[in-house]
């Protein structure tokens, strides 16, 4: 007879290859706490309905929490045979207490036993991911406060655009980021829902309180729908579809400071131990962990591909299928966790070079829209400030100067609203500052944007 514990149906036992095709637990048992969590919880209600006895209860209870104790402390013995994390930890409890262990089970399935699992371990992963998410907007926000003199080109095209403070594109990410703590907030909800009592896909024929169940183990709601319950992974596309966009987000800056501490940009320059160097080229000092980050970017958005792809077809309710649920996104959480938690330590070790930013702003012409703008509060339209603008900067390119190195005499030749006060109209903290309007780039409204983060930091620290 097989020694599954759904052995009875069957007079052969399972191939040995097809045990080891189809066994979940190499990668589900880091599922344990929460498994042992929601059995602990069951049996609670299994007593209070009267479909277990006290006695039974508290022998439950302990061998779950000694089991608990074995595999914290690396004695438990985990099983290919026994296929998954539920039918390990159910076959040790029974071994261990006898017949008691075996009434665990009533009234559940291992298909709303392993929805309550993964519902529960994507809650308390989203619960450390927010706090890492906090931690990176905080770096960003020390950053922007401590360079808040830095002016650096901002940039369209890659081509230099405008002057901007240095802590106004850091704050931009912190915004990003904003964004994505505000979508897991969202997977959180929908990851929220209690399916245990669900049973295989049709509920059960015994008298069971989810209500109970969902209360110990701080559910906000529970499913209405036991097929909807069992089948339900909206929460787990949800976050692969979350954790792409903060990858994308982390991928973007990755590449700006990959950029950055090249010689051809030269604005910044990272700490040796977030660098390696060359096999081969004594001098090279090479952005590893930015361009690994960048790298593993499409390693979540392919986990987030393979999981549509994995329920686009599939009937109701559960299938074998969704067994693939898990291996993306455990490591889709371990890859954002890790790059949240070392891109923290590359914004907090980096140098920044100011004087070097500014040389860019200054030996360029991203400040010919405040020419422009000058012209335009000189009652010249538009259209032609933008016109005589554009010949200026020919101008100087045809002569290898800048808009900086002109004499008045020769911006008059091109309009007569020209006046003293053009230099000074057209210095990078001159361009920088007169952008005040909300949400722009002057000293004044980043000094905004920083308290309003540090602001919101307070509330959620």
């Known amino acids: 007879?097989?020694?599954?514990?759904?052995?009875?149906?069957?007079?052969?036992?399972?191939?040995?290859?097809?045990?080891?095709?189809?066994?979940?637990?190499?990668?589900?048992?880091?599922?344990?706490?929460?498994?042992?969590?929601?059995?602990?919880?069951?049996?609670?209600?299994?007593?209070?309905?009267?479909?277990?006895?006290?006695?039974?209860?508290?022998?439950?209870?302990?061998?779950?929490?000694?089991?608990?104790?074995?595999?914290?402390?690396?004695?438990?013995?985990?099983?290919?045979?026994?296929?998954d994390i539920h039918m390990?930890?159910?076959?040790?409890?029974?071994?261990?207490?006898?017949?008691?262990?075996?009434?665990?089970?009533?009234?559940?399935?291992?298909?709303?036993?392993?929805?309550?699992?993964?519902?529960?371990?994507?809650?308390?992963?989203i619960e450390e991911i927010q706090r890492l998410i906090i931690n990176l907007q905080k770096t960003l926000v020390d950053a922007a406060e401590k360079h808040l003199g830095a002016i650096m080109p901002g940039y369209t095209h890659l081509q230099r655009a405008q002057p901007i403070l240095f802590s106004h594109h850091l704050l931009a990410y912190f915004e990003m980021l904003q964004r994505d703590s505000d979508r897991f907030c969202g997977v959180y909800d929908r990851a929220d829902i209690m399916p245990l009592g669900a049973g295989a896909l049709a509920g059960t024929t015994l008298p069971i309180d989810r209500k109970f169940v969902a209360s110990e183990l701080d559910f906000d709601a529970i499913y209405l729908n036991s097929l909807d319950a069992v089948s339900d992974r909206d929460y787990i596309l949800e976050f692969l579809s979350a954790a792409s966009i903060l990858m994308v987000h982390l991928s973007r800056f990755s590449e700006e400071i990959i950029l950055w501490c090249s010689r051809e940009f030269n604005f910044i320059e990272l700490d040796d131990a977030h660098c390696t160097g060359s096999s081969m080229m004594p001098q090279k000092k090479n952005p590893d962990v930015p361009e690994l980050i960048r790298g593993k970017t499409g390693r979540v958005i392919g986990h987030l591909m393979a999981m549509l792809t994995t329920v686009k077809a599939l009937p109701l309710a559960y299938n074998k299928d969704l067994q693939e649920d898990k291996e993306g996104l455990f490591d889709a959480i371990d890859t954002i966790k890790f790059s949240l938690a070392v891109f923290a330590q590359i914004v907090a070790g980096m140098k920044i070079k100011a004087e070097n930013m500014r040389r860019a702003v200054e030996e360029d012409f991203s400040n010919a829209t405040d020419l422009a703008d000058y012209l335009v509060k000189k009652g010249v339209p538009f259209r032609q400030a933008h016109e005589i603008s554009g010949r200026l900067v020919h101008h100087c390119i045809e002569r290898g100067i800048y808009l900086k190195d002109l004499t008045l005499d020769e911006f008059k030749n091109f309009s007569d609203k020209f006046d003293a006060d053009?230099?000074?109209?057209?210095?990078?903290?001159?361009?920088?500052?007169?952008?005040?309007?909300?949400?722009?780039?002057?000293?004044?409204?980043?000094?905004?944007q920083i308290a309003e983060a540090r602001a919101w930091l307070k509330e959620v620290e």
């Open 1 to 83: 007879m097989s020694e599954k514990l759904w052995g009875g149906r069957f007079e052969k036992s399972t191939d040995e290859m097809i045990n080891d095709f189809q066994a979940s637990i190499n990668f589900d048992k880091r599922l344990y706490r929460e498994d042992i969590a929601g059995s602990i919880a069951h049996a609670k209600m299994l007593a209070k309905c009267g479909l277990i006895s006290a006695d039974d209860l508290q022998k439950i209870i302990a061998g779950l929490k000694k089991i608990l104790a074995q595999i914290e402390s690396g004695e438990f013995k985990f099983s290919a045979e026994l296929e």
């Open 88 to 125: 390990n930890i159910e076959k040790a409890l029974t071994d261990d207490i006898g017949e008691a262990g075996g009434r665990l089970h009533t009234a559940r399935s291992r298909n709303d036993q392993v929805a309550l699992d993964m519902h529960m371990y994507v809650r308390r992963q």
């Open 422 to 448: 053009i230099h000074e109209a057209i210095k990078p903290e001159t361009c920088v500052n007169n952008r005040n309007s909300f949400g722009g780039t002057s000293t004044e409204q980043v000094k905004m």
